[in-house]
């Protein structure tokens, strides 16, 4: 079965018809782990032409090198049909969230929380001098988009972070 790829607006993924070891799981994957290659014979010709650098360290390296680009980690799937990895596309990107119909409030707003923890809705009428209305619409429409998430407390203490 051949390798599928899907490209698509926000993401790129690889799928192929592989299965993990016994008793693996994707979770295993993302920690240190040994190589158990699907098919030995394909994995030692990759090996020696030095497209495998070292065993077991494919999926860590991905996760590490898009970390260093500045775009989300590769996230990983398996099912009996077979293995997949989604490579997301920075959603945090100026040029991408002016592309979903974000205001300029909004945009800074991802970048401040970019370099801080939190913000509060107080902070925000503040930084932008806008009403309390205009400051929840806005956060409210970061969180409908899933570009922020609102902390569980409510009215004086809450806060809005990635």
């Not at 497209?51 to 500045?70: L, P, S």
Request: hydrophobic share 35%.
């Amino acid at each position: 079965v051949p390798i599928q790829i899907s490209v698509y607006n926000d993401k790129l993924i690889f799928w192929n018809d592989a299965q993990l070891p016994e008793n693996w799981t994707v979770e295993k994957l993302l920690t240190k782990h040994p190589s158990k290659p699907y098919n030995p014979d394909i994995a030692n010709t990759l090996f020696r032409s030095g497209y495998i650098e070292a065993w077991g360290r494919g999926t860590i390296k991905m996760i590490n090198d898009c970390v260093q680009f500045g775009i989300p980690a590769p996230k990983y799937f398996y099912d009996m049909s077979g293995f997949w990895v989604e490579f997301r596309k920075n959603i945090y990107s100026g040029e991408y969230l002016k592309s979903i119909g974000l205001n300029d409030r909004q945009v800074k707003t991802i970048d401040f929380l970019k370099n801080n923890e939190k913000i509060t809705n107080r902070e925000y009428q503040s930084n932008f001098n806008v009403s309390r209305n205009t400051a929840s619409r806005d956060l409210s429409e970061l969180v409908e988009k899933g570009l922020i998430k609102a902390s569980d407390t409510k009215g004086a203490g809450s806060f809005y972070e990635i």
